[in-house]
């Protein structure tokens, strides 16, 4: 008898029939967002799940549904996932690392632009029939050539929007991590290590990309946005609840910094209703990979994954994208 898995969101119908090449698949069809508790439900005997960036998966979880083996997630982003509480309950986990890198670099580049050139906001004056005459200074925004890109958070998208800002537009680049690049990848991008403060006071344009975790909630809040220039922009799309929204809406209000664009959101779906109120923030719901390859890429690799790590495929056992792969050994 094949073993049993759900399917947690709707995904790509191709992607669904491979995994029932393999196994018994319960599908959400009507994309229906559970409650921790239908989840539970939802997961009686299956001994796979197949979840987005989305849901928890946490010890009370992990206890009510004990035929559980594996947790694979087609986001690179695993907050949502109690990586030591699964590993403890010998449950593998896997992330999509990689194959959404330069889909989301492009689009924190694109935010960044949209911010500094004021594209939403300028869209909008148009579309209401503002538009009368030119003007000299119409939405007059920043430079984005030339200017200076701080990232917070070089992974491998922080260094995607790296390159991006120094071989493409000229920018000079300047990152706070929690280690340094080696010297060939900073000679590469002309790439200089700095103090999360001067990172904060230099950059003309800020881009956050560190992973959520306690450590980093409000990693940037009032204190943090009173040190940036008024000038600057600063762009999210790493996880909500990095950048206190109150005190970004509260900044953008006041013009302590000129612009935002945020892709992700503290406590999303939900938006802090002060940003939807400020004119200098663009928004976007939680889209930066959301290209159609790339969207693709994440479901077939999480695919991957639950199929090795059940023991089948021509990787079994072998899930490439392992985060604890220490509980198949
Ligand atoms: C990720 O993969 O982490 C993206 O943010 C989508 O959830």
Not at 157 to 185: C, E
Not at 193 to 199: G, I, N, Q
Not at 208 to 225: N, R
């Amino acid at each position: 008898m094949k073993p049993s898995v759900l399917v947690c969101r709707a995904v790509f119908p191709d992607i669904v029939d491979r995994l029932r090449e393999y196994f018994e698949v319960e599908t959400n069809e009507a994309d229906v967002v559970w409650s921790p508790a239908e989840l539970i439900q939802h997961l009686q005997g299956k001994a796979g799940v197949f979840i987005t960036g989305t849901q928890p998966i946490d010890t009370a979880l992990l206890e009510a549904c004990p035929q559980l083996k594996a947790v694979c997630s087609m986001a690179v982003g695993y907050n949502n996932v109690d990586l030591p509480a699964c590993t403890a309950h010998g449950v593998l986990v896997s992330n999509a690392p990689d194959v959404l890198t330069e889909t989301t670099a492009d689009f924190g580049f694109a935010l960044m632009m949209a911010a500094a050139r004021r594209i939403a906001e300028s869209e909008h004056f148009l579309r209401s029939g503002a538009w009368t005459k030119w003007s000299v200074d119409a939405f007059a925004g920043s430079d984005v050539h030339g200017a200076t890109l701080g990232v917070l958070g070089m992974g491998r998208i922080g260094r995607g929007v790296a390159r991006r800002g120094a071989l493409g537009f000229g920018m000079k680049v300047i990152y706070h991590n929690r280690s340094h690049l080696d010297a060939a990848t900073e000679a590469a991008l002309g790439a200089r290590y700095v103090s999360k403060e001067a990172l904060l006071r230099e950059a003309d344009h800020l881009v956050i990309v560190v992973p959520y975790s306690a450590a980093a909630h409000h990693l940037i809040g009032a204190a943090e946005l009173a040190l940036m220039k008024p000038t600057a922009t600063l762009t999210n799309i790493a996880r909500g609840g990095i950048v206190d929204d109150a005190a970004l809406a509260q900044a953008l209000r006041d013009k302590r910094i000129a612009a935002a664009g945020l892709d992700v959101f503290e406590g999303e779906p939900a938006v802090h209703p002060d940003l939807l109120t400020v004119p200098n923030v663009v928004l976007t719901p939680h889209i930066a990979s959301s290209s159609l390859p790339t969207r693709r890429a994440m479901a077939n690799l999480a695919a991957d994954n639950l199929i090795a790590a059940l023991g089948l495929g021509p990787n079994k056992g072998k899930p490439p994208t392992a985060l604890n792969p220490e509980v198949l050994a």
